[in-house]
């Protein structure tokens, strides 16, 4: 997806950071903890991509969630655990630091959840909101 894409899907939400990429993936892993939920991992592509040779600009992907909010969803329809763990984004483009994730209404349709479970996945808005508040 080139720069100017990046916003264009529907199912997709961007925000802006006004942290470095470093800074904002500290927060959001600051954030989780303190929240009680799970750390699954954090992947720094970038990282990942100068041990294969390659430019990459920085690019982090955190893996996070709660199993008693995301073990319901996964029952009800096993194939949700394609996108769970939640998953946010930490990326730079042009010197912007952006927070990107699949939206909770998004999963909650593509999986036919009942209001309910949706709600399981709602506050992954109210915690990205958190994130990028000054």
């Not at 998953?87 to 209404?105: E, I, M, N």
């Amino acid at each position: 997806m080139a720069d100017d894409e990046a916003g264009n899907d529907p199912g997709i939400v961007t925000k802006l950071s006004h942290l470095p990429v470093a800074g904002t993936v500290a927060k959001l892993t600051d954030m989780i903890s303190a929240k009680g939920m799970r750390l699954f991992a954090v992947i720094d592509q970038r990282a990942e991509a100068q041990q294969a040779g390659l430019d990459l600009r920085e690019t982090t992907l955190v893996f996070f969630g709660s199993p008693a909010a995301g073990t319901p969803v996964m029952a009800a329809s096993p194939l949700s655990a394609l996108d769970l763990p939640l998953k946010v984004l930490v990326w730079d483009d042009r010197g912007q630091t952006k927070v990107s994730y699949v939206a909770p209404d998004a999963l909650a349709a593509r999986y036919h959840l009942s209001a309910d479970l949706a709600g399981n996945l709602a506050g992954l808005n109210a915690l990205t909101d958190a994130l990028v508040a000054p």
